[in-house]
């Protein structure tokens, strides 16, 4: 079972275009982060929220934790081709000493 | 620069063989972590620790073992290898702090023929 669905899994937009990303869970987590990995790469850390409602941007991206810490999303302004990649939420418990990574959306902007 | 290095980048080797998938990080971080990745997919955690002679299995069973004798070091090995194995395996590590992110590295692509 996995904790963590995002949607939509494959994207195709392009250049210009506005999106969003959703990662959905059922369960509560104490932060989430989202990772972009780029082909042939790890992936690597964009943002890390907290706080059930905070807004955080990183220039065109915009991310979002859900009131109640189960979901959160990623809406990118103005999609550029070199924001192509697998974008990928991961949540992680207080308790816990790991991250749960979400099934992960795979954007592809046409220039 | 990486702070966290995987050997080989790429490796192809035949059915039944043993590897060791090297993982070394300098960032002093106590925790570190094996992922398996098949491409543009998921990744899937078979393998973590929590520091220096602390190793757990993760969620996938993949027939590998991992040791961490030094903090720096933490190998994964492949005893009998098999093309079900073949995928991309990734190593991370992260600080102790329970918001801390991954750092991950480049990967090592592995085919089983």
């Known amino acids: 079972t996995q904790l963590l669905e995002q949607s939509p899994q494959f994207l195709s937009i392009q250049e210009g275009e506005n999106l969003t990303v959703y990662c959905n869970s059922s369960?509560?987590?104490?932060?989430l982060q989202w990772y972009r990995q780029e082909p042939g790469e790890g992936p690597v850390l964009l943002v890390t929220?907290?706080?059930?409602?905070e807004v955080k941007k990183l220039k065109r991206l915009t991310f979002q934790f859900g009131d109640a810490r189960k979901d959160s999303s990623l809406h990118i302004t103005a999609a550029q081709p070199g924001d192509t990649g697998l974008y990928l939420c991961?949540?992680?418990?207080?308790?816990?000493?790991?991250?749960?990574f979400g099934t992960g959306t795979s954007l592809t902007v046409i220039p | 620069e990486a702070d966290i290095y995987q050997t080989p980048r790429y490796l192809v080797i035949g059915t039944g063989k043993k590897i060791t998938l090297e993982c070394s990080q300098t960032?002093?971080?106590?925790?570190m972590y094996w992922y398996q990745q098949d491409p543009g997919m998921e990744l899937h955690l078979i393998h973590y620790?929590?520091?220096?002679?602390?190793?757990e299995k993760g969620d996938l069973s993949s027939e590998s073992t991992v040791s961490r004798i030094r903090t720096e070091h933490f190998p994964l090995t492949l005893e009998s290898a098999r093309p079900s194995h073949t995928s991309q395996y990734l190593c991370?590590?992260?600080?102790?702090?329970?918001?801390?992110?991954?750092?991950f590295g480049s990967g090592t692509r592995l085919t089983v023929v």
């Open positions: 369960s509560v987590f104490s932060s």
């Open positions: 960032m002093g971080h106590d925790k």
């Open positions: 620790s929590y520091g220096v002679n602390s190793t």
């Open positions: 991961a949540g992680g418990r207080n308790t816990g000493n790991q991250f749960y």
């Open positions: 929220v907290v706080t059930g409602g």
């Open positions: 991370a590590s992260r600080k102790g702090s329970a918001g801390a992110g991954y750092t």
